[in-house]
């Protein structure tokens, strides 16, 4: 089944204490991109990626990583996570310049 | 920056009735798309509309474009309960590339 997945789901952690969310599509696609959801705002674009090794800023990047080094994988890094990082996170994948194709969300919360 | 504004924020129709939802963005667009979203969960792609096109149809749903006002609709006919979710425009800012702006969504109750 096509398919994004997203990990962990739900999260509950602590300010500064690093954390990792993975996300993995088997659709082969080359565009991937990270979004954060926040009440009244939509969907605001964190990182996005072209490809392996090519990524770049969205809208929102401060306080954010990203990597690519694999086609399917495009984890989301938060190294000191903050309170204003609370959000739901989805993460998308595309293979051209056409529909996104989303995962289920990590609900994130920063106490 | 939000570049897709959705209006009506939130909209309240009977079952059977006609839904209509506008985006309107600020900037040129090479595509605009509309996406569903039931509560929390992730998006649903629903329709792509080409910055030369004026009108599309998909089963239930009909949307137009008018780059010169800069605006969307989205009319989704024949509304049913299960249509019941949120409703977002995401355009890409005219990059022709992969950055996507999304609106704050319109929130669409359709009750039986």
């Known amino acids: 089944e096509a398919q994004v997945t997203q990990n962990p789901r739900y999260l509950i952690t602590v300010t500064g204490k690093k954390l990792t969310v993975t996300c993995s599509q088997n659709?082969?696609?080359?565009?991937m991109s990270w979004y954060r959801q926040d009440p009244g705002l939509g969907l605001r674009q964190i990182y996005y990626s072209m490809n392996v090794e090519v990524t770049d800023k969205g809208d929102v990047p401060e306080g954010y990583k990203v990597s690519r080094k694999e086609k399917r994988n495009f984890p989301l890094i938060l190294e000191s996570p903050s309170p204003n990082q609370t959000s739901l996170y989805f993460c998308?994948?595309?293979?051209?310049?056409?529909?996104?194709?989303f995962g289920p969300g990590t609900r994130l919360t920063v106490l | 920056s939000q570049q897709g504004e959705e209006d009506p924020q939130a909209l309240s129709i009977q079952e059977g009735e006609n839904a209509t939802m506008n985006c309107s963005y600020k900037t040129s667009i090479n595509n605009l798309q509309w996406y569903r979203q039931n509560s929390g969960r992730g998006l649903v792609h629903l329709i792509l509309i080409r910055s030369n096109e004026r009108e599309k149809h998909s089963g239930r749903l009909r949307v137009t474009l008018d780059t010169s006002k800069k605006s969307s609709s989205l009319l989704i006919t024949a509304s049913r309960a299960a249509d019941t979710a949120s409703y977002f425009c995401a355009t890409d800012g005219g990059t022709g590339g992969f950055k996507t702006i999304f609106g704050a969504g319109t929130r669409l109750f359709v009750k039986a």
């Open positions: 998308a994948s595309s293979g051209g310049y056409n529909e996104q194709f």
């Open positions: 659709m082969n696609h080359e565009y």
